[in-house]
C-alpha cells in the first residue's frame, strides 16, 4: 500500500469513528461530569463511585449508556429490512402495530388487570428489575391475544419511571401508567386484590372487575402482605384455585406474569385446567387432580422466574 493510500484508509475510518460518536456519544469512565443514573437502593443519586463495587457497577451501567443507542438503531434497521424484504417478496406481514391496537380497542373487556407497583422501597434493583421484566412478559402475551385485557400499572412513580425507561418507547405501549395508587384511580367495589393467602378463590373472570396483582418480587420475605393491604384497606381479595384443580409440588405463590396470563387465558374462555397446565412450569410440578383429564399434557417450555 502507498503512503498516499494509507493516508485515505486513515482519514476515512477516523472519519466513520467521528460519525459513529456524533450518532452515538460515549461517555468513558473520567467523564464524572455526566450523570449516568447511578442510584443506591434507597434510589440516592451517587455522584461518582467510590468503592470498588460501586466502581464495577458504575462501569457496567456506563457499558450498558453506550450500547443502548448502537442496539436499538441495529434492532430498527434489521426490522425495517424485514418489512421492505417480506413486502418485496408478497408476504403478507399482518397489520401494522397501529391498525393493531386500534382493532384490539374494538375488543377489549370492560374490566382488567392491574399490576401494584407501591412496593418499590421493599426491593432491591435486582429484584426491582425482576419485576420490570415479568410486566414485560405480561405485556407481550396481551399484545399477542385476541381478546387482550385493559392493563393498568399504578403507583408508577419516579422510581418505576427510571426503572422502566431502559425500555425505550414503553409509553407507547398498550399499557395505562398512573402515578396514583388503585384507589385513586378505581372504584374500590369494582377492585379484586389477587393474593395466595386469601380463603376466597375465584370461579371465574368478571368483566366488571379489576384484578390487582402484586409488583412484588420478594422470595416469600413478604408473606401474606398483599392480603394484610387489602383487608387493612376492605376491598376484595381472592386467589387462584391452584388447589382445586392441580397438585403442586411447590407452594403456591406464583410470578406476576403467570398470573396475569393465567387470568387472561380464564377471560379469554380457557377451563382452569387447561390454563394453569398451559401455564404453569414444569418445575412447579403441577399434575392434575382430577384422572379423567389425565390427556392434558404436564409439558410446558416457560420459562422459569424466581418469585
Ligand atoms: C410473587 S407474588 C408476591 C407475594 C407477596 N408475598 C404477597 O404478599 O402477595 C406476586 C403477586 O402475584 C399474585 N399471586 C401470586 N400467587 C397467587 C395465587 N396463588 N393466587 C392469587 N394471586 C397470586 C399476587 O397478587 C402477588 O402479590
Same mark, same amino acid.
Given at each position: 500500500?502507498?503512503?498516499?493510500?494509507?493516508?485515505?484508509?486513515?482519514?476515512?475510518?477516523?472519519? %466513520?469513528?467521528?460519525?459513529?460518536?456524533?450518532?452515538?456519544?460515549?461517555?468513558?469512565?473520567?467523564? /464524572?461530569?455526566?450523570?449516568?443514573?447511578?442510584?443506591?437502593?434507597?434510589?440516592?443519586?451517587?455522584?461518582?463511585?467510590?468503592?470498588?463495587?460501586?466502581?464495577?457497577?458504575?462501569?457496567?451501567?456506563? %457499558?450498558?449508556?453506550?450500547? &443502548?443507542?448502537?442496539?436499538?438503531?441495529?434492532? &430498527?434497521?434489521?426490522? &425495517?429490512? +424485514?418489512?421492505?424484504?417480506?413486502?418485496?417478496?408478497?408476504?403478507?406481514?399482518?397489520?401494522?402495530?397501529?391498525?393493531?391496537?386500534?382493532?384490539?380497542?374494538?375488543?377489549?373487556?370492560?374490566? #382488567?388487570? /392491574?399490576?401494584?407497583?407501591?412496593?418499590?422501597?421493599?426491593? $432491591?434493583?435486582?429484584?426491582?428489575?425482576?419485576?420490570?421484566?415479568?410486566? @414485560?412478559?405480561?405485556?407481550?402475551?396481551?399484545?399477542?391475544?385476541?381478546?387482550? @385485557?385493559?392493563?393498568?400499572?399504578?403507583?408508577?412513580?419516579?422510581?418505576? +419511571?427510571?426503572?422502566?425507561?431502559?425500555?425505550?418507547?414503553?409509553?407507547?405501549?398498550? $399499557?395505562?401508567?398512573?402515578?396514583?395508587?388503585?384507589?385513586?384511580?378505581?372504584?374500590?367495589?369494582? @377492585?379484586?386484590?389477587?393474593?395466595?393467602?386469601?380463603?376466597?378463590?375465584?370461579?371465574?373472570?368478571?368483566?366488571?372487575?379489576?384484578? !390487582? =396483582? #402484586?409488583?412484588?418480587?420478594?422470595?416469600?420475605?413478604?408473606?401474606?402482605?398483599?392480603?394484610?393491604?387489602?383487608?387493612?384497606?376492605? /376491598?376484595?381479595?381472592?386467589?387462584?384455585?391452584?388447589? &382445586?384443580? !392441580?397438585?403442586?409440588?411447590?407452594?403456591?405463590?406464583?410470578? =406476576?406474569?403467570?398470573?396475569?396470563? $393465567?387470568?387472561?387465558?380464564?377471560?379469554?374462555?380457557?377451563?382452569?385446567?387447561?390454563?394453569? /397446565?398451559? *401455564?404453569?412450569? *414444569?418445575?412447579?410440578?403441577?399434575?392434575?387432580?382430577?384422572?379423567?383429564?389425565?390427556?392434558?399434557?404436564?409439558?410446558?417450555?416457560?420459562?422459569?422466574?424466581? =418469585?
Amino acid at each position: 500500500m502507498t503512503e498516499e493510500n494509507e493516508k485515505n484508509v486513515e482519514n476515512s475510518s477516523s472519519a %466513520k469513528t467521528e460519525k459513529f460518536e456524533e450518532l452515538f456519544p460515549q461517555i468513558t469512565l473520567f467523564d /464524572i461530569s455526566i450523570d449516568t443514573g447511578l442510584q443506591d437502593d434507597e434510589g440516592n443519586i451517587l455522584p461518582r463511585p467510590y468503592t470498588k463495587s460501586q466502581m464495577r457497577k458504575w462501569l457496567k451501567k456506563v %457499558k450498558w449508556e453506550n450500547h &443502548k443507542a448502537e442496539k436499538r438503531a441495529r434492532e &430498527k434497521k434489521r426490522a &425495517k429490512e +424485514r418489512r421492505r424484504k417480506a413486502q418485496a417478496a408478497n408476504i403478507d406481514i399482518g397489520p401494522s402495530r397501529k391498525a393493531l391496537k386500534k382493532m384490539k380497542e374494538k375488543h377489549k373487556k370492560r374490566g #382488567g388487570i /392491574i399490576i401494584d407497583l407501591s412496593f418499590g422501597h421493599l426491593m $432491591i434493583e435486582k429484584d426491582r428489575f425482576k419485576v420490570i421484566k415479568q410486566i @414485560l412478559r405480561c405485556y407481550s402475551i396481551n399484545r399477542r391475544s385476541e381478546q387482550p @385485557l385493559h392493563f393498568h400499572i399504578t403507583s408508577f412513580g419516579e422510581k418505576s +419511571r427510571n426503572d422502566m425507561s431502559r425500555h425505550n418507547g414503553y409509553e407507547n405501549w398498550d $399499557i395505562e401508567f398512573h402515578e396514583q395508587p388503585y384507589l385513586e384511580v378505581f372504584p374500590k367495589e369494582k @377492585l379484586v386484590y389477587l393474593t395466595s393467602e386469601s380463603e376466597n378463590i375465584i370461579e371465574s373472570f368478571d368483566d366488571d372487575t379489576y384484578y !390487582i =396483582i #402484586g409488583g412484588l418480587v420478594d422470595h416469600n420475605q413478604y408473606k401474606g402482605l398483599c392480603h394484610n393491604i387489602s383487608v387493612e384497606q376492605g /376491598i376484595r381479595h381472592g386467589r387462584l384455585p391452584l388447589d &382445586k384443580y !392441580i397438585n403442586m409440588k411447590t407452594r403456591k405463590v406464583l410470578t =406476576i406474569d403467570h398470573v396475569f396470563e $393465567i387470568m387472561l387465558k380464564i377471560s379469554e374462555g380457557l377451563t382452569w385446567q387447561e390454563t394453569l /397446565i398451559r *401455564v404453569l412450569p *414444569v418445575r412447579k410440578g403441577a399434575h392434575i387432580c382430577n384422572a379423567s383429564n389425565s390427556n392434558l399434557s404436564l409439558d410446558s417450555e416457560n420459562a422459569v422466574n424466581s =418469585i
